[in-house]
Every structure is written in C-alpha cells, then in structure tokens.
C-alpha cells in the first residue's frame, strides 16, 4: 500500500469531528482521554496571540527571496557576498546574522533566498533598517543588485519552539525548504500535530528549522530540511513512513492545508551552514 493511500484509508476511518483538532474543542478534551495523548505540546486556545503560544523566543528571523535574471546570477551573487561582509563586520551595531543562503536548484530556478536571524524582535529590526538606509556603502550595494533581480519578496518569521535551531552543518549537504499555505485558524492545529510528528524524525537529524510568518503572506509556514544528497533524502522519507504513527501525523494536518510547494537548495559559498 503506497503512502497516499494510506494516509486517504486513515483520513477517511476517523470521524471529521475527530481528525481535525480544532482550537474550539481541544479544551473539551479530557486530559486522560486518548486524543489528549496525541499532542506532545497541547496549546490551549486563549487570549494570546498564536506567536507567544507557538515560539519561546523573542527573535525574529527575516526571509529574502530573490528572483534572478538568469544571465546575471554570478553578478547577483558576488554583490550579495559583499553585503553580507559588510552586515557581519557590523553585527554588534546592527544585531543582525545571517543564518543561510541558498540558491535554488529545483523548484523555482534562478531564485536564491537569504535568512536572516535578528536578535532583540522587531526593535531591532526598525534599528537595522534606519542604519542600513543611512549608510553609503549599503545603499550603493543595495542599487547596484537591483540590476540583477526580476523581483523580491521579504518575509518576517518566527521559529516554532520544538524545531532545531538552523545551528550550522558541516559541508557538504542539501537543503529542502517545504512551504505550506495555511487556512485560516488553523496555526495551534499545526503546531499540536507537528510537535508530535517531529519526534518521529529527530533520530535521523535531517530536522534544521521550521517557522511560521508574522509579515508578509500570512499563514505560512516553512520546514527545512538536510540532506546528504537527493538519494539520501529518498531513502530517509521511506524509512520514515515506516515508523508507527507518522502517517496518522500526516493524515492530521493534510486537511489543514491550502496550498505546498517544496524547493531543493544548495548553500552559497558565504552560506553559514553548508
């Protein structure tokens, strides 16, 4: 039986009422009832905003997806090494790192994104911003690429709590960045499900980040992954499928979705993680 029609036979047998844990009814779950049991970090729908709820910390990450005309990629590349010579020698006075970039090499070709970790929440993004549109070198940079782009989209994230960290890897890897776009409401159900499904993946430390956007498109949420290679990735997923439990995770969020698309990254040359 392959994977989809595992997850439909599931999706199917468990009662709607049941399959979709709504933030209107988890409340009404008793804590030694079964569904209970499902949910490793159960939120409880209250007053506070999904943020505090979902992310422990008060950092916020920046997403830069850039895509680029495609006989000017070196050129892209070159400028945006030197701008982030240029944050990084001013880290302490900007508050900003960066904590990937890469460049797409399936999924959305000539497109390269950029993460960037600010440390202190939006206060210390307005700062950065004030300092980068004031500095001359910056902004020179900044005119010179956009030559060198067709368009860009900027993204304020925060990390969902039970995801690693996105600490640097050790060359040489892979990157698969798996996009989800959300129905409305729907972010405490994510977040219950895959605090469970990820216990199901931590042994193979494929797991680098995960977050859900605060500015930008909303109800979006992005997974990265690692891999070796290509085939590293396959054999991963399959073995994946294998452990108890992780199509039942699958069969619970599905519903919760709107729309997917997953892009395969190689890290830049100045990319902090490789």
Known sequence: MNSLTRILNISSSIPKSTRLITT?????????GWLSK??????????????????DKEIVYALHTHNIRPDSVDKYLKNYKTSVEFVTSRKAELGCELVGSWTVSVGDMDQALHLWRYVGGFEKIDKAKILFKENPEYRTLEKERGNFVRSRHLQYLLA?????????????????????????GTMIEWGN??????????????????????????????????????????????????????DECVAYTVPLIREMHCRILEPTEFSPTQ
Not at 164 to 184: A, F, Q, T, V
Not at 221 to 227: A, L, N
Request: net charge positive; with cysteine; hydrophobic share 25%.
């Open 160 to 184: 969902f709590s039970f995801w690693p960290n996105g600490e640097p890897r050790e060359p040489h890897n892979i990157y698969e960045i798996r996009s989800y776009s959300l129905k409305p």
């Open 38 to 55: 499902l949910l490793v970090r159960r939120i409880e729908p209250t007053k506070e905003s999904h943020s505090r709820m979902l992310s």
């Open 193 to 246: 499900n895959w605090a469970r499904g990820l216990t199901y993946r931590r042994s193979q430390n494929e797991a680098f980040a995960g977050y859900f956007s605060q500015i930008g498109r909303l109800y979006n949420v992005h997974h990265i992954w690692c891999y070796k290679n290509l085939q590293a990735r396959r054999e991963t997923r399959e073995s994946t499928w294998r452990n108890p439990g992780w």
């Open 24 to 32: 209107t009814s988890t409340h009404q779950i008793s804590d030694d």
